[in-house]
């Protein structure tokens, strides 16, 4: 497993944007799957967007945020970000950086180490 730290969340209005970064401790970055989940209260996690180990390979959105976010890694820093732009009401939630061992998954189940989350909030 990784200890996983993000950052970045914030207040902004209705079409900002906002890049949130996640940074791994460890020495096998390289070899997670990474992605980003979105929680609310009495809501379930929710998948946002995951990318594959190696750099550019492989990601993956939910539809929610197709055209909106981006995710990117620099292995050489241990980190992964989530590019938000065009933010919206819906965007707010707790965003979660999550690690997985080899291929990357939409599902929280599969996810074997979490951070403890950013908060971002969308001010209309």
């Known amino acids: 497993q990784v200890q996983l730290i993000e950052s970045g969340g914030d207040l902004v209005q209705t079409g900002g944007s906002l890049n949130l970064s996640c940074v791994s401790s460890g020495r096998t970055f390289s070899s997670y799957a990474m992605a980003w989940f979105r929680q609310v209260p009495d809501k379930e996690r929710e998948f946002v967007a995951s990318i594959s180990w190696q750099s550019g390979l492989s990601t993956r959105l939910a539809d929610k945020v197709k055209g909106r976010f981006t995710i990117s890694r620099d292995n050489a820093k241990n980190t992964v970000y989530l590019q938000m732009n065009s933010l919206q009401a819906e965007d707010t939630a707790r965003y979660f950086c999550?690690?997985?061992?080899?291929?990357?998954?939409?599902?929280?189940?599969?996810?074997?180490?979490w951070g403890r989350g950013t908060q971002v909030t969308i001010a209309s």
């Open positions: 999550a690690a997985r061992y080899g291929s990357p998954s939409q599902s929280p189940y599969d996810q074997e180490s």
